[in-house]
């Protein structure tokens, strides 16, 4: 590992003296979201390996080149998994990528984000330092909390060397329910269960039918069975697996006809938005839609108190739009001087997250 | 906590209990969260660990002004504090020895001085206190709204006769008190009637007069031990000679006092032994009845009684904080087939504090008003208290009749 | 006294009398204080060790009231300390000699409460528990319950991303928090986080938690709530010895159960708190845990027997189940005064806080056994056990000449032992003044750089709270040469 930092942090002082950028990337897995890449490619998916396992202490240090599902197949020989279900978007997905993407799953819901399973990482920054925060501890408060800003931070502040992660048991029992109903009454229902102790880890609604999993305890998703009803789907782990890697008919149908997709991050209460075909995630609190007008679904999103991402669209559009919903002047202010706090010329994954970082 | 007491208090009784009470706080700030001032004012200065560190200062000789005093008088001694406190901090005699210095340091501007010498006066006696309320009572609708709230309306219900005179083997003793004669007389009559239905006899012996606690709580400590020398004498024939088992007090406001009778007379060698033995017999009624409860149902059972009304309870702070007696009186109107109301933020004192009302009418009024709303939450019939101060001052911001639960009780088994 | 509060900083030339003036303008009279006598019961927070007279202390009335009072320090470059209930035991809310303490408390409504989002809105000064009054007639409440859940506050949990016995299963307040909003050092409102589950951008809502009041004044916070659990059940273990209970916790992660909340008590704790709480707990025992389950009947039923069958194997000497509602809170307001409550058997008490793997927690209880030795001064532990979390409190007497001193370096001892066990010198309770030196043990002179760009991104002149959480580097290196000479009987990073 030492040639390898030694190797990046020459590129790093290279590009840096010479003003270019570098474009750090995994298993290229998530190239197509966030901002173009630009720049000279810096390949990481070299660094790989686990570093450290202890299954009792529900901790994995892992290399952030490491493939996500070489990581999951370890954990699941333990019983174990990341429980916040990471998308994949391809066979090259790396743990690296999915902290910086900071994506999550159907699970994501019920048990949290990436970012609240982020318990320590490694990274080399823009200056060429090897910095550690964090630890692989469940509890730890000392200095900021740089680990968690790193999950979603698009490889913008620097190199991610190496993560721990908290893990969980595999859950005991699943059972997965599907209900006919309209996106009014399912967002009303999806709101009303969330208000109830219910083991709900995942739902999904799309096309007039609401798919539910749940999950813990074989008394608890049985009694729960009993107490919602609905039709049991059999194997639907196909099912909650085509929402997570979109490859559902939702995601693929339109996908050849290049009409941009929209991901919304709202309050679960938000009403039905009316923007066009929807599918709806986490208890109603993530919308995808696909096409719509642009200022309308970010004026829609920001209403309600959230945000919308152009998710997957062609590049001219990312361009005139911009990815990620446009920052309020304090925090733009504050982003800019994160970023040159840790990457001072400018160099990692430019403009991969907003224009100017 | 740290401490570094000055010359001046340093080896005196006082200095050496407040530097024992100062040591036990930890200032983990827990009893902020249940302080009546601090939650309606949010200033540290205005809660317990702010008080604790103000007095503290001046023990410690640091110069001190109006501000602290304010901050002191603010406090309503309701110890709420104290149930909160895990350290046990002795928070109300921490108090007194402050009040007492900041009192003798700062002094008191001529108004405040009339004021309290007034209240002194005229509360603690009641041939003083009768015809002034009466006076008042005729007075009020000329009287501007701020002083008109503070004439107390004696009690609409016209006091019961106490119960014939019967010779009952067991014998206790109760205490008239300062104001409750001419406010609720009907009080002490309902207990009389109550115990002598469960077989005890209910008499007060004459020339007892105020507690004391009204005295000592304005800080005129010597006033006050007069007041309590005098019960003590009052009383000591009929404890020396053994014929009363126990002092009922139906005001818990004089109850938590008189049990503290022991401990203020400590260092008196003329009264410690005695003061001690009534603070050891001092019972409030709830604890008498409660020990008689299976007779009580009894006697409930007997009495045709249908189903009670509803009603809330206000626990006055010295019950449940000052005597920690909590959740008995409760039990008790619940097995008298009353249904009780809930009350939200029972720990929280309702502002009456003794003089509290009339030293500090705006807090006051304030705690009086959050009180009542909690209390008329669930739409009760009637609130239901277990002091004459809470029981007066309630009755002066609603319509809602006050009572003291003893009442009810005498009702149902009058049924 | 303090062990070491010589924060006096160049950087800060304030003209007092032109500040009061200033401000007079910007808040209602009552709302600043400027007498010594009033300023002194802010010296010190829920950690008495250190103490600092403030230059003043303000307490705004509303969310404009604070921003005027922020842009006139931007102006004036006058440090600006935050405060909430005072509870925390890290000296976060302690005064700056040249600053203004601007205590929050006022800032207590509860905004707003949806209960069908499942989110409230408060300010800052709302205390944790009353949020989860105010949830509960819609069968909800807030999740992380920090010892002091009664008195502190919800700025101040953000401010220390405040832990609890719970946080095992639900998280720490990082995890259930939505939205900050606050006021940066140059005096704009800025919102980090939102109504939704995620915002755009870098997570600067992670960032604020956690950050002690260095990043910026927190104005509202938008909180998540949690359904109630159907039931909730503790199982009560005692142990003859300390080293088994320290096994027992490890075993029941090994086992795959995740524990609603897994505590630990040594005989110190247990006997400092029973005279108050009345817990019941085994005055025999030389530790305890509490360990709670809560879901659907049948499943608390399911995990109560595993829970059972892996302390008995772990040689619990009594198990006990609650029986009811009343006897659960009953065993857990025990550990929830443990801290004050040490307060009956003396005067002083550190509170520390490292976190260490699991594993190694019967051996951390011996190293401590050794170092009360060592140091001649009593500790009692009590742990949130399922975390690795420890809170050895190490009791002492400031009236003594010597012990606080004394107390710091037996702390100290426990904290380097926490990060040479592969851990962190504080859980929950946050760095403060009283960390401020041992994070040089934790992380080197880059990180600590890095962190200070990180401050200078939102506050470039330094003013929120200085002094606090990061230690300058010059302090750092004082630090690791002043220490290097000390003793240590377990092995150093």
Redesign the interface.
Known sequence: MNSLIKDWTDQLFDAAETGRKLNIRGGGSKSFYGGAETGDLLDVSVNRGIVNYEPTELVVTVRAGTPLAELQAILAEKGQCLPFEPPHFGPGATVGGMVATGLSGPRRQAVGAVRDFVLGVKLLDGKGELLSFGGQVMKNVAGYDVPRLMAGSMGTLGILLEVSLKVLPLPVAEKTLRFVMSEADALEKLNLWGGRPLPVSASAWSDGALTLRLSGAEAAVAAATLKLGGEVVNAPDAFWISVREQTHAFFAADAASAAPLWRLSVPSVAPSLNLGTTLIEWGGALRWLRGGDVQLIRTAAEQVGGHATLFRGEHALKVSTGVFQPLSAPLARIHRNIKSAFDPHGVFNHGRMYPDL | MQTNLADFIKDTPEGREADAILRTCVHCGFCTATCPTYQLLGNELDGPRGRIYLIKQVLEGQPVTQKTQMHLDRCLSCRSCETTCPSGVKYHRLLDIGRAVVEQRVGRSVLEKATRFLLCEALPRPWVFKPAVKIGHLMRPLLPSILADKVPMPSENAPKPWPQPRTHKRRMIALPGCVQPTLTPNTNAATARVLDKLGIELFEPAGTGCCGALRYHLNAHDQALEDMRRVIDAWWPHIENGSVEAIVMTASGCGAHVKEYGDMFKHDPAYARKALRISELTRDASEIIAAEQSRLVELLRAASAGVGQRVAFHSPCTLQHGQKIRGVVESLLAAAGYELSPVADPHLCCGSAGTYSITQPTLSKQLRDNKLAALGAGSPAVFVTANIGCQTHLQSGSATPVRHWIELIDERLAH | ?SIDSNFSDPRFAVDREALIARLRKVLPVQAL?I????L???E???L?AFREMPLLVA?PENEAQAQALVKVCYELKVPIVPRG???GLSGGAMPHRDGVVV?L??L?KIIKL??????AVVQP?V?N?SVSEAAAP???YYAPDPS?Q???TIGGNVA??S?GVH??KY??T??NVLRVRGI?ADG?????G???????????L??M???EGL?ALITEVTVKLT????LAQVVLASFDNVTKAGDAV?SI??A?I?PAGLEMMDKKATHA?EP??KAGYDMNAEAILLCESD??P??V???IGRMKAVLEKSGASEIRVSQNEAERLKFWAGRK????????VT???LCMDG?????RLAEMLIAIADLSQKYGLRCANVF?AG???LHPLIMYD??QPGEVERAADFGADILELSVAF??????????GVE?INV?AV???L??IS??H??????DERGLLNPGK??PTLARCREYTQTRAGAALSAPRF
């Open positions: 006294m204080l007498e010594d006598e009033e002194r019961p802010y010190c927070d829920g008495t307490l209930a005072a509870t205590s408390a006022k207590k949806d209960p069908v989002a499942r989110t000064g205390r528990l819609f069968n909800l002091s009664i008195a502190c220390e991303n832990g946080c095992l998280g720490l990082v995890h940066t704009e409102i800025a919102e980090f939102n109504a939704a589950l995620d915002a755009a951008g870098y997570d600067l992670a960032l938690n956690g950050s990043l359904p109630k659990p159907e490890a992660i090994a795959g995740i708190v108050y709480v879901g659907t049948e499943e039923a399911e995990e005064a443990a801290f004050p409550a040490v307060g009956r005067p002083d008490y976190t260490i793997p699991r594993k949130h975390d690795g979390n400031a009236n592969g851990g962190t010198v504080t859980g929950e309770h946050g760095v960390k994070m934790q992380f080197s880059s990180e890095a962190f760009r990180l401050k200078a991104a939102f959480g990061i």
